[in-house]
């Protein structure tokens, strides 16, 4: 008699929290015995593609995008557990001054002295940045400088040098060779996103669904959202 193959289970991931999403791969298959096929991007483009009619299993969304997907009928909101969050930092490239940015002034020294600024367009983290800037009475200097990037990209061309600085998810930034991290943005600006999972309306296998999410606060999966910059939080 055959075996019978694993179940696949369909995951919209966030890419906030796509690096110990992927270190995790094969123990959260062990564990849940399941097979994983992950799909990452930011919040909104995961988002949209649900309530286009793509087909899933469990997504990982920030809050507000979930209750979206629930009012939208999408998600099942009886299976919707918060388990991270994240702020955004900045980095320069390896090699360079390493300047402070623990308080509004000296952020706003580094934003004003940088020739380029990368963040991205359309993720989260976005407002934040944006929000930034104007606490901080920069907000025309920093966007005749700045260049929006596609999902994760922004660290990247700090590291091939093409752009000075980078402002993104801690998560994002830490894990990108080549690139340094001088610090979270200061209280008085940071705003933290969250994450979390939920299950689809038309999930094929809810028990997997469970056991994937279960994971996801468990003192394993705790333990490694802080080695990438991430904080456990429960419900």
Known sequence: MLAQEPTLLRVYSSNGVKAVLEDLHLDIERTIEATLSFEFSTSRTLADKVLSGESFDVVILTPALID????????????????????????????????????????????????????????????????????????????????????????QLVAEGEVELVLTLVSELIREPGVQFLGVLPPE???????????????????????????????????????????????
């Open 68 to 155: 979206e997907l629930i009012a939208s009928k999408k998600v099942d909101s009886n299976s919707r557990s918060k388990f991270s969050q994240v702020g955004v930092g900045v980095g320069s490239r390896q090699g360079e001054l390493v300047k402070s940015v623990s308080t509004l002034d000296d952020l706003r020294e580094v934003l004003l002295g940088a020739e380029s600024i990368a963040y991205g367009e359309n993720g989260q983290s976005r407002r934040t940045n944006e929000a930034s800037f104007a606490t901080l009475g920069i907000t025309e200097e920093v966007h005749k400088k700045r260049r929006l990037t596609g999902p994760g990209k922004g660290p």
């Open 189 to 235: 600006v940071q705003r933290y996103i969250q994450f979390e999972a939920a299950m689809g309306i038309a999930v094929k296998d809810s028990v997997n669904g469970r056991e994937f999410i279960r994971f996801l606060s468990s003192p394993e999966f705790s333990s490694a959202l802080k080695k990438h910059g991430l904080e456990f939080i429960s419900q």
